[in-house]
């Protein structure tokens, strides 16, 4: 028996891939961003305060989103309504698909967000944070340009 090449395998340990700021109400880890997967998917967990804003409704047309809800409450805006999602409860968001969530709960919601292909998410993020920490605030054309970048559209939800 062979042994398979241990370049084939990535392992990225919680103490190297921590958990970050996304701002005074959020944290989120990058498991496995698209330049790690050879851009077939990434793979966000993230956690959201009670009682706290997420993401607006939105929709991708370039990547399919997924969320996996693993503790806490999640209020996800799914098919024109916001409904709460518990753990173990999933939903699959289409190119094209209107989307958001928030924590509308009394304690900390924790999920995996997927994305496919793996595209840069990880700039979306990044760039976000910036923003937070520097306290900059983007005029109405500078935010339509940042979503363009990244491929979101906000819709009225």
């Given at each position: 028996m062979s042994h398979v090449d241990p370049a084939l395998?990535?392992?990225?340990?919680?103490?190297?891939h921590p958990l970050v700021s996304n701002g005074p109400t959020s944290r989120l880890r990058m498991v496995a961003p698209?330049?790690?997967?050879?851009?077939?998917?990434?793979?966000?967990e993230y956690?959201?305060?009670p009682h706290s804003p997420g993401a607006a409704p939105h929709v991708h047309s370039t990547f399919s989103?997924?969320?996996?809800?693993?503790?806490?409450?999640?209020?996800?805006y799914h098919a024109g309504s916001w409904d709460p999602f518990g753990p173990?409860?999933?939903?699959?968001?289409h190119e094209g698909g209107?989307?958001?969530?928030r924590n509308d709960g009394?304690?900390?919601?924790?999920?995996?967000?997927?994305?496919?292909?793996?595209?840069?998410?990880?700039?979306f993020f990044l760039e976000m944070a910036e923003l937070r920490r520097s306290g900059r605030t983007?005029?109405?054309e500078e935010m339509t340009a940042f979503y363009a970048r990244h491929d979101q559209v906000m819709v009225d939800g």
């Open positions: 395998v990535d392992v990225r340990p919680l103490a190297d698209g330049s790690v997967t050879a851009g077939r998917y990434g793979l966000v956690h959201v305060a989103e997924s969320f996996y809800v693993l503790s806490g409450e999640l209020t996800v173990g409860d999933y939903a699959l968001v209107a989307h958001g969530f009394d304690e900390w919601a924790s999920f995996l967000i997927l994305f496919a292909p793996g595209i840069a998410r990880e700039k983007l005029t109405p």
